[in-house]
């Protein structure tokens, strides 16, 4: 062993204050335009005077946990052992609250480092269910912020996740498992399964993480529990003809959501023009003219 190897773990390591302005800038610009890749916030991090090279853009997007909002390989990395459940919700109609829950994390950034945000989202209503702050990334905090959704307001029929490991984890899945809950779990690479959560993550950061500027941990969480309460009692919500998740959720009335089934049409027309074809003709691309 080396001697710098025998002695780094007595040593405080200092946080590189440099790295810590490129997180906080890439969190800001990615909460804004959450379909920006490595790419283009590396074109964004030139244009502030930031000559770095996309590897390292890369690099920090991985340690937040950020991807542009856009099909593509290996951008939610389940652990490998752990069950990987169907989305269930493509071309669902969600018309009553606890209908579908659903959660995420996504991180606060403080003048000093990251801590992680996870929340339970009722998508009828939009209503925050319950909310947990965590310094780790780990399974417990997750399990948690559900089990106190459950205790609160009973039992969702189905509940949405990404892949992470924390959900993908026995001890989450267990835990819906034990309430007969079916699992549905977003397909990979396509965070806008989980749209109302992202819409979530946007509105806490820009109407209050941003605004407030918090120096610790204890005024973060002061911060939110004041914000959540507003959240769901008092801002109005476009989506709701201007009513509070509260309300909706209190009244049953004048929420829904719903996932377009673009993939279903795509795979329907695919199919008519097979049928249509003659042996041995070529037809052109089935999704000509619809969303990719």
Known sequence: MARSAAYAPLVAAKPDEDELVLLGLIDVEYTRHPFYGSRKIKIY??????KINRKRVQRLMLLLGLAGMVPGPNTSRPHP?????????????????????????TYCRLPRGFVYLAAVI???????????????LDTGFCVDCLEQALQAY?????????QGCQFTSAVFTDALKAKGIKISMDGRGRA????????????????????????TLPELLLGLTE??????????????DYSTPEIVYQAASGGGASIVDKYG?????????KKEAKPGQRHSAACEGLPS
């Open 122 to 136: 009722d998508w009828y209503s939009r209503k925050v269910l319950s909310w947990r702050l965590s310094n780790t």
């Open 154 to 162: 009973g039992v969702p029929e189905i509940f949405n996740t990404d």
């Open 192 to 215: 806008l399964d989980n749209i109302f959560v992202e819409r979530l993550w946007r509105s806490v950061k820009h109407e209050d993480v941003y605004l407030k500027g918090y120096a």
């Open 81 to 105: 052992q752990n069950k990987i459940y169907p989305y269930l919700l493509r071309g669902v109609k969600v018309v009553r609250p606890n209908q579908v829950w659903s959660t995420d994390i």
């Open 45 to 50: 991090l030139w244009a502030l005077g930031y």
């Open 265 to 273: 049409a795509r795979e329907k027309l695919d199919q008519e023009q």
């Open 227 to 240: 914000y959540f309460v507003f959240y769901n009692t008092e801002r109005p919500h476009q989506s709701l």
